[in-house]
């Protein structure tokens, strides 16, 4: 099966500028994560989607980031304006619905975001 | 807060010796412990899930251990070969979480060498 992709695979912007990553998951998966790692930091949680349903976004930086999964099916994450800090690579992630905790993420090679 | 460290950083050793890699975490209140390994360039592939009540989890040459009580999770991998050079990530899962929110280790970066 395809796995969870990701594109650009990496992105060069100038501050304030405005970027959009995507995310397309494995095929019904409805769990859909991103997680981003800055640099020297460790890799941590954004959001997460039940379909199109947000069901957590406590990660969610700021009010620069907005993410959307229209459809229930891929999805997409804006940063408007990108800031220097935004640098980093975001990481998309997927798995079916089953018991929490019980099923295995699937993640993509990631978008590398570089701020200018 | 949880917070994962996973030490050492950086980490060689000849082929044939075994590998050693060590994670911490300081809220034992978890649902499941998952060990990843990323190349360079390349996503994060899942190596070993272990459940809460479990205490360890075996795939062919790795296996992972979990004390939750203390916190820690080592995991072996024997025999090491130059193909398991890449970086190793440990990302506890939280307790009553609705879905997978991970919080993950630094890393540790391993060279196998020839």
């Known amino acids: 099966e395809a796995g969870v992709t990701q594109f650009p695979s990496h992105s060069v912007i100038e501050k304030g500028q405005t970027v959009t990553l995507r995310c397309d998951p494995i095929s019904g998966h409805d769990n859909l994560y991103w997680y981003r790692r800055v640099m020297g930091k460790e890799i941590k949680f954004l959001l997460h989607?039940?379909?199109?349903?947000?069901?957590?976004e406590s990660g969610m930086p700021n009010n620069r980031f907005l993410a959307e999964r229209t459809g229930g099916t891929y999805s997409t994450l804006k940063v408007q304006p990108a800031e220097l800090e935004d640098s980093g690579v975001y990481f998309c992630?997927?798995?079916?619905?089953?018991?929490?905790?019980?099923?295995?993420?699937?993640f993509g090679a990631g978008s590398r975001l570089t701020v200018l | 807060k949880q917070e994962v460290t996973q030490i050492p950083a950086a980490l060689s050793v000849p082929e044939g010796e075994n590998l050693v890699l060590n994670c911490s975490f300081t809220?034992?209140?978890?649902?499941?412990l998952q060990w990843f390994r990323q190349d360079p360039g390349k996503g994060l592939t899942s190596l070993l899930l272990?459940?809460?009540?479990?205490r360890e989890q075996t795939s062919g040459r790795l296996n992972a251990s979990l004390d939750k009580s203390s916190g820690r999770s080592t995991l072996y991998i024997a025999a090491s070969q130059p193909g398991d050079s890449a970086t190793y990530l440990c990302a506890v899962n939280k307790r009553e979480a609705a879905g997978n929110k991970l919080t993950f280790g630094g890393g540790t970066r391993v060279l196998v060498k020839p």
């Open positions: 809220d034992s209140a978890i649902y499941n």
């Open positions: 992630a997927s798995s079916p619905l089953a018991p929490s905790g019980a099923n295995v993420l699937t």
């Open positions: 272990i459940q809460s009540s479990q």
């Open positions: 989607f039940v379909k199109e349903s947000k069901q957590d």
